[in-house]
């Protein structure tokens, strides 16, 4: 037989296994960029100097290279939930209490003599607020007075407004008939995801503390602007920088039904919201994990039955879970287990399988960051956690 023969009979042997493997790449390729354009931040690493920035409240966050060094992590994706660059492990602000922010007097005193006095009034301790955060003004009437209705003092941040009743007990006040109050303590939240109140912000907000005082016959006193932010910016860049979201996906290289997801899903714990999402609940009935789809789309009970997914990401909220490195840990074994039964592969943003030392390490990362809260005595998990990071 001619080697020309030969040449020709291997061609014809072995052209359809060619065929076949560069069909397959073709399909790998397809698939990798399809995942991508779902998860819609490939590129959005933000512990492995990612070309985009989180940002906070709208505002573009600055380059990567003039941001702090960040740790050389591979998590699937950590989401800054505020416009910050994670730190080092050693904290870049160790925060010392100071006094609460000294009130001023904004309004001349009253001719008639109020029920309470104001100063006395800016020394009460109640469990409602916390002068490292909330904005406090202070109002005390000429007589006593029902809260007729809620008044309105802002649009963009929470407040609160706890009422001194007749018998010189405070709580939180409501528009109720034939309750009458001598006072009032109002707390604006100037911290939060949205931000840290701007100036012009607190300004606004006791100018209607103030047409409110007015308008209940009453004096007002409101805390010094510069000490209160003096406090707060310094609370606030430490928030800012543990405010993190971590989250791992669970891919299928083909599609895995609704119906088949949502059963592996329930069987771990999980309840489907109504706002889209599957929420797995701690002993208290708040919510620990959350799943969401990968392109954040919501889940509807409809549509699980009847189409089919890619996938699912796994979030884990820092400062709202207690106990991060025990819950981590649970986290990870729920993401391993919902992986085995629907054959779904863990991987970060650039569909790299994650490893045994990408767990240590965003677990340490975690257990820092939360200890940065607690050195400040703000517990995660606890009701001023989900105050602060809501």
């Known amino acids: 037989m001619s080697t020309n023969t030969i040449l020709i009979i291997a061609i014809l042997i072995f052209a359809p296994v060619f065929g076949v493997l560069l069909y397959n790449t073709y399909q790998e390729k397809k698939y990798r960029d399809s995942i991508r354009a779902q998860f819609g931040h490939a590129d959005k690493d933000a512990l492995m100097e990612s070309h985009t920035h989180s940002v906070r409240d709208g505002q573009q966050q600055a380059p990567a290279a003039e941001a702090e060094a960040a740790p050389r992590l591979q998590p699937a994706f950590v989401k800054f939930n505020r416009s910050s660059e994670p730190a080092d492990e050693t904290p870049a602000f160790n925060f010392q209490p100071v006094p609460a922010a000294a009130p001023s007097q904004t309004q001349a005193p009253a001719k008639r003599k109020l029920l309470l006095d104001l100063q006395d009034l800016a020394k009460q301790q109640l469990p409602w607020f916390d002068s490292r955060f909330d904005y406090l003004c202070y109002i005390s009437l000429k007589e006593p007075q029902e809260l007729h209705a809620m008044p309105r003092l802002s649009s963009r941040h929470r407040f609160r407004i706890a009422g001194c009743t007749m018998d010189d007990r405070f709580q939180i006040a409501e528009p109720i008939p034939s309750v009458y109050y001598q006072g009032f303590v109002i707390g604006l939240q100037a911290i939060s995801r949205n931000g840290l109140a701007s100036i012009a912000d607190l300004e606004q907000f006791g100018e209607q503390a103030n047409a409110f005082a007015e308008k209940m016959d009453g004096g007002l006193l409101l805390t010094d602007i510069d000490t209160f932010l003096s406090i707060a910016r310094p609370l606030d860049d430490l928030c ?108 970060n943003d650039k569909l790299e399988e994650l490893s045994t030392q990408w767990l240590k390490e965003i677990r340490s990362y975690v257990v820092a960051r939360q200890d940065e809260m607690k050195r400040v005595g703000i517990e995660p998990g606890s009701e001023l956690a989900k105050r602060l990071f809501s």
């Open 240 to 347: 800012a920088r543990v405010d993190q979201t971590i989250a791992i996906h669970l891919v299928s290289r083909n599609n895995v039904s609704g119906v088949e997801l949502r059963n592996a899903i329930e069987r771990q714990g999980f309840e489907l919201s109504h706002d889209g999402m599957f929420y797995l609940n701690d002993a208290k009935g708040e919510p620990l994990f959350a799943i969401s789809t990968l392109d954040n789309s919501a889940f509807t009970a409809t549509l699980l039955s009847t189409q089919n997914y890619r996938g699912i990401s796994m979030l884990f909220d820092a400062p709202h879970i207690p106990d991060g490195e025990k819950n981590f840990n649970r986290f990870m074994d729920i993401a391993v287990k919902l992986s085995s039964m629907l054959g779904l592969d863990l991987v």
